[in-house]
């Protein structure tokens, strides 16, 4: 058997076994969803109708709004702070520093989601949060104060900030690795500085990996759940039970017993991300050769 033709078969290997997974824990439940979504309790097609009763919630809308501001303030975030600080990293090479923040900033991600909803619930408490001089300096004397309504979409971005940027940091540090030296090294024989080599070579390299990230980011923002769920019961209701969609949709199936109406909000959010993440690919043409 020639190398070529082995290195195939390893390859469709690799790609079957992620296909067998995609059908099983992909494909499969979100075809169960659509069947729930299109059909009444008893198994009947009903066509629109669980859509048209979400839309019509008096939540739905207000949810959707709620998301909508938490994903502009994390994609801005993640996307400037998350390059930003990769640039920086890369600049500082193999130095021990920037070993030292490499470990810093994969080191939140480490925790799962729930767990680091908790922490973060402890620091925003004044009265026990060792940053509660700094709270209590911008004005909040209490937990309430902190977790108002009106401040929760730059809470959970803190929060998801702090928690995923970390992998995503390492990510493009790893892309800008991949920049050849030789380019990297003309610029600056060129005259160009930091600033210049950013701009005009290492950000048009990345914008590629920068296009994943948004996709990706995209997607979980919209599934936004374990935070405003967590802090609904720490704070006895202030973020409500149905602060996003995905909060509603759990509050349809479990609270309400509308599996139907629960599963088509499930089935919008995954349109939205499918649309969003095709428009982004074909504008920024993420799968034409170099």
Do not use: C
């Not at 709620?66 to 130095?95: K, Q």
């Not at 349109?271 to 982004?280: D, K, T």
Request: proline content about 4%; aromatic content about 14%.
């Amino acid at each position: 058997m020639s190398a070529p033709v082995a290195r195939h078969r390893a390859g469709y290997g690799f790609v079957a076994a992620y296909l067998v997974l995609l059908v099983a824990f992909g494909v499969v439940p979100t075809g169960y969803a659509i069947s729930f979504a299109v059909s009444d309790a008893g198994g009947r097609f009903t066509g629109l109708a669980n859509f048209v009763t979400a839309a019509r919630d008096f939540r739905f809308g207000a949810a959707v709004g709620h998301v909508a501001v938490y994903l502009l303030l994390w994609l801005t975030t993640l996307v400037v702070f998350v390059v930003g600080l990769a640039l920086l990293l890369h600049r500082l090479g193999t130095r021990p520093a920037g070993k030292a923040l490499r470990f810093l900033y994969y080191l939140p991600g480490a925790l799962a989601g729930a767990a680091s909803v908790l922490v973060w619930l402890f620091m925003l408490d004044p009265a026990v949060s060792p940053a509660g001089f700094l709270l209590r300096a911008l004005g909040f004397e209490t937990f309430g104060e902190v977790v108002a309504p009106d401040h929760l979409p730059v809470l959970f971005t803190l929060i998801a900030f702090w928690t995923g940027a970390g992998g995503w940091i390492v990510v493009m540090y790893g892309a800008l690795n991949t920049i050849s030296p030789d380019v990297l090294e003309a610029a600056r024989i060129d005259g160009a500085g930091a600033w210049q080599t950013a701009w005009r070579i290492q950000l048009p390299l990345l914008r590629r990996w920068i296009v994943y990230l948004v996709i990706l980011a995209f997607a979980g923002g919209t599934q936004l759940f374990v935070e405003p769920q967590l802090l609904s019961q720490a704070s006895v209701g202030v973020a409500g039970r149905d602060y996003s969609p995905n909060q509603l949709s759990y509050d349809f199936a479990f609270q309400n017993n509308d599996v139907g109406t629960a599963a088509a909000v499930s089935v919008e959010l995954l349109v939205v991300s499918l649309v969003v993440a095709a428009v982004f690919v074909t504008r920024s043409r993420f799968f034409d050769a170099d």
